[in-house]
T-cell receptor, first 109, second 112 residues
Framework: SQQGEEDPQALSIQEGENATMNCSYKTSINNLQWYRQNSGRGLVHLILIRSNEREKHSGRLRVTLDTSKKSSSLLITASRAADTASYFCATETGNQFYFGTGTSLTVIP | DGGITQSPKYLFRKEGQNVTLSCEQNLNHDAMYWYRQDPGQGLRLIYYSQIVNDFQKGDIAEGYSVSREKKESFPLTVTSAQKNPTAFYLC???????????FGEGSRLTVL
């Protein structure tokens, strides 16, 4: 399987704290993307980082990519209760996307 | 509003029955995808299509079939050959060679 893996599987933090989740993958990639999924809903795209980029920011999100280690991290700063969701990384190879196993984030008000 | 519509949201099926899940998009996207999600797991690719009348198998295509007769539509049939069909099914689309996937709200299939 080419699925990636997120770490940790579950994360619980207090509102206002930062949340960091990591993604490891197995193959060469065109880009890596992060998605968010609220319980029982579809996925929503958060941010894309290309294979030649090392860091990218979008609002309270910061993504890093280390292609030599085949890993990426997603940092959510100043977390809010509304950030409670599952977060998935997805790598694009050719025209296929491979999703990780997800990190379940709970932000306690 | 533009988006992807999946129907039905919930579906119950008896063993041995085929069921078809609908996916329609009005985003003018070229590529469409079907994923399966099991509890606590990531998404696994069933089928994808880059253009009308063409589609490719993903990692877990056995027991599933698709068609792409129109650009806007990519229905998925879960056949009786699928041994464990109870799952959450997600349809997605995008412009070919661009970045993000747009997802529908999913269809939850339960086999009784």
């Amino acid at each position: 399987s080419q699925q990636g893996e997120e770490d940790p599987q579950a994360l619980s933090i207090q509102e206002g704290e930062n949340a960091t989740m990591n993604c490891s993958y197995k193959t060469s990639i065109n880009n890596l993307q992060w998605y968010r999924q609220n319980s029982g809903r579809g996925l929503v795209h958060l941010i894309l980082i290309r294979s030649n980029e090392r860091e990218k920011h979008s609002g309270r999100l910061r993504v890093t990519l280390d292609t030599s280690k085949k890993s990426s991290s997603l940092l959510i700063t100043a977390s809010r209760a509304a950030d409670t969701a599952s977060y998935f990384c997805a790598t694009e190879t050719g025209n296929q996307f491979y999703f990780g196993t997800g990190t379940s984030l709970t932000v306690i008000p | 509003d533009g988006g992807i519509t999946q129907s039905p949201k919930y579906l119950f099926r008896k063993e041995g029955q085929n069921v078809t899940l609908s996916c329609e998009q009005n985003l003018n996207h070229d590529a469409m995808y079907w994923y399966r999600q099991d509890p606590g797991q990531g998404l696994r690719l069933i089928y994808y299509s880059q253009i009308v009348n063409d589609f490719q198998k993903g990692d877990i295509a056995e027991g599933y079939s698709v068609s792409r007769e129109k650009k806007e539509s990519f229905p998925l049939t879960v056949t009786s050959a699928q041994k464990n069909p109870t799952a959450f099914y997600l349809c997605a689309s995008r412009f070919v060679n661009t970045g993000e996937l747009f997802f529908g709200e999913g269809s939850r299939l339960t086999v009784l």
